[in-house]
């Protein structure tokens, strides 16, 4: 870890705990000279969400914590809480941890899209299915705008890297580590990542499938936090909204906005919006999980190739199909659907 | 002024100096303690474009020089040329301008949407012109999106306040000064600012209409401007992709892109985004200039109340037009002929 990893990482966890004290661990002390984070030791039995999914591990209130972590994180990180002028402070700040932003360019919008050494799949089961990718013109015209946004829009601090090797669980606790790519970008890209990666965890379900615990209802506990993650934030985001509509944001000035029918029209606009830069950015986070250069424990340890590249080959389908075809869903809903159809 | 104008608008008259040095006046020397610009005197016969458009002078080459500033200036400061790395750098440095951004986000996208004492228009002709424009949900929703994207979108660096009183002409050199606002922004609203100028100077051509000189002709000359504005500065900005496709830029990255079709492909969606983000920001600098705090010559100069609330009304009526609708024109010739129809 570079120097500068390590002060984005310690400014994120302490703007974030400051936010949502609950889900993020405490940062005691940070030296810049030493590149040191002293922060609360998360104890046992604390382990990495990924390793619960892969054993099947069910999180009742995993749903409920993330949606608050991320209402929180991105609402008061934005302008629909805070002033341009704190906003581009902020915004000139983490432009300092460009190296770790280009390394996410690379891997999540670049490198599935072309020939690259770092590539790797399943092969040669999901060798047409690599070739594919990088030459579906509609994928790469997608990928190119998700691409653009994550480059140049600064929206809120985002986690920058919010997979579900990125939380650590207990049945009652949820909290949220590493956010040494932190940066003011899309909003999309952090629920996306979450929301994709459990994805990531239902599609490999099959994989861990043995005699006597065929895994069918903790798939089904899989979609059903997919479906509540989105509900959850939804509500806990619109109600801050609510909550601060006649604060201090810029974003939708009180004296234009704060009539109940344009109120209404404007949030069911942005919550729209923000759904399908979700969908967009989990998509895209799916993909180079499978043809990409660094993959997934949920497939990874899957040990029988060809199992592995079906369960592979469904979540890479459903992936495409959220990409390319994102605007036509409009709920979440719809997307348990398509996730049911494609693994029926 | 306060110094920190000076400094940005130092900065950005250098860069962009550099990158389109026909139209931009050399700075000879800053002095940042002092707040001092030494720069090229624009010597006469240059006067202030707004002025030549209200006396009725047609300069052959506008449309050709602006589209060549335009087309340099954003294109070379965008990630079409740009690695992630130094984009990053310089939207940093230009976070500082913020007063500047605040006093247009004020100006621009609020002020004119709710009952605010810098407003006025011309009164009692435009009273309820102005009022549905305050009640007018759906454009308040439109202007929202654009606030946000003129907040949010760091794409390229531009002036900010490209109106015609931001450029100096004579029949053969066009010069474009005073880039105080200049930031990291959306490419939209400087071209929007531009043609959206010559659309509010087109509809005030009847206010100077005199005996012996009904403008008609200069009203076409106008209207072509606007159409080879875009026309040009689509041409000329596409060259540059095309001339730059294997270059450092990062937004599309040669081995992923640089097949033909695909390239169009890309291409179109970029210019189609472009183009309404042009229309939308040019509506909303019209709308501000009616019934907003600081109007133009172009109609203040129009001395008889009646004639100037309908040369405002035409225009305003264009503007809504086009901030509602944006999304479904799809060329130039397109809002000429709306032009056109509103104002027969």
């Given at each position: 870890?570079?120097?500068?990893?390590?002060?984005?990482?310690?400014?994120?966890?302490?703007?974030?705990?400051?936010?949502?004290?609950?889900?993020?661990?405490?940062?005691?002390?940070?030296?810049?000279?030493?590149?040191?984070?002293?922060?609360?030791?998360?104890?046992?039995?604390?382990?990495?969400?990924?390793?619960?999914?892969?054993?099947?591990?069910?999180?009742?209130?995993?749903?409920?914590?993330?949606?608050?972590?991320?209402?929180?994180?991105?609402?008061?990180?934005?302008?629909?809480?805070?002033?341009?002028?704190?906003?581009?402070?902020?915004?000139?700040?983490?432009?300092g941890n460009v190296e770790l932003c280009r390394l996410t360019e690379q891997v999540v919008f670049s490198d599935p899209y072309k020939v690259s050494k770092f590539n790797h799949w399943t092969s040669p089961y999901l060798d047409r299915d690599a070739e594919a990718v990088r030459e579906d013109n509609t994928l790469k015209l997608e990928v190119a705008g998700l691409k653009s946004m994550f480059c140049e829009r600064a929206q809120a601090l985002i986690h920058g890297d919010l997979?579900?090797?990125?939380?650590?669980?207990?049945?009652?606790?949820?909290?949220?580590?590493?956010?040494?790519?932190?940066?003011?970008?899309?909003?999309?890209?952090?629920?996306?990542?979450?929301?994709?990666?459990?994805?990531?965890?239902?599609?490999?379900?099959?994989?861990?499938?043995?005699?006597?615990?065929?895994?069918?209802?903790?798939?089904?506990?899989?979609?059903?936090?997919?479906?509540?993650?989105?509900?959850?934030?939804?509500?806990?985001?619109?109600?801050?909204?609510?909550?601060?509509?006649?604060?201090?944001?810029?974003?939708?000035?009180?004296?234009?906005?704060?009539?109940?029918?344009?109120?209404?029209?404007?949030?069911?606009?942005?919550?729209?919006?923000?759904?399908?830069?979700?969908?967009?950015?989990?998509?895209?986070?799916?993909?180079?999980?499978?043809?990409?250069?660094?993959?997934?424990?949920?497939?990874?340890?899957?040990?029988?190739?060809?199992?592995?590249?079906?369960?592979?080959?469904?979540?890479?389908?459903?992936?495409?199909?959220?990409?390319?075809?994102?605007?036509?869903?409009?709920?979440?809903?719809?997307?348990?659907?398509?996730?049911?159809?494609?693994?029926?």
């Amino acid at each position: 870890m570079t120097k500068e990893r390590a002060y984005f990482e310690a400014l994120a966890l302490k703007e974030h705990g400051k936010l949502c004290p609950d889900h993020v661990p405490e940062v005691y002390h940070f030296d810049r000279t030493m590149s040191l984070i002293g922060m609360r030791y998360l104890e046992p039995p604390h382990i990495i969400l990924r390793k619960g999914l892969i054993a099947g591990i069910k999180y009742p209130l995993l749903a409920e914590h993330m949606s608050e972590f991320m209402a929180k994180t991105l609402f008061y990180t934005s302008l629909l809480y805070r002033t341009t002028t704190e906003h581009k402070r902020n915004v000139a700040e983490f432009c300092g941890n460009v190296e770790l932003c280009r390394l996410t360019e690379q891997v999540v919008f670049s490198d599935p899209y072309k020939v690259s050494k770092f590539n790797h799949w399943t092969s040669p089961y999901l060798d047409r299915d690599a070739e594919a990718v990088r030459e579906d013109n509609t994928l790469k015209l997608e990928v190119a705008g998700l691409k653009s946004m994550f480059c140049e829009r600064a929206q809120a601090l985002i986690h920058g890297d919010l997979h579900t090797g990125s939380v650590m669980v207990t049945p009652n606790s949820t909290q949220v580590i590493d956010p040494e790519f932190a940066f003011y970008g899309p909003m999309g890209f952090d629920i996306g990542a979450f929301v994709g990666n459990l994805i990531l965890a239902f599609f490999a379900q099959d994989g861990h499938a043995a005699e006597g615990n065929d895994r069918k209802e903790y798939k089904e506990w899989i979609l059903r936090t997919i479906e509540e993650t989105w509900t959850l934030f939804h509500q806990k985001f619109t109600a801050l909204w609510h909550q601060h509509k006649d604060g201090s944001g810029e974003a939708y000035l009180p004296e234009i906005y704060n009539k109940p029918e344009l109120q209404q029209l404007v949030q069911e606009k942005f919550m729209k919006d923000l759904f399908h830069d979700t969908l967009g950015f989990g998509a895209a986070k799916m993909i180079r999980r499978i043809v990409g250069v660094a993959h997934v424990e949920d497939f990874e340890s899957i040990k029988d190739d060809s199992k592995r590249a079906t369960c592979e080959r469904q979540a890479l389908e459903l992936a495409k199909l959220l990409l390319k075809e994102r605007r036509n869903f409009q709920a979440i809903t719809e997307v348990v659907s398509a996730i049911r159809k494609l693994h029926a």
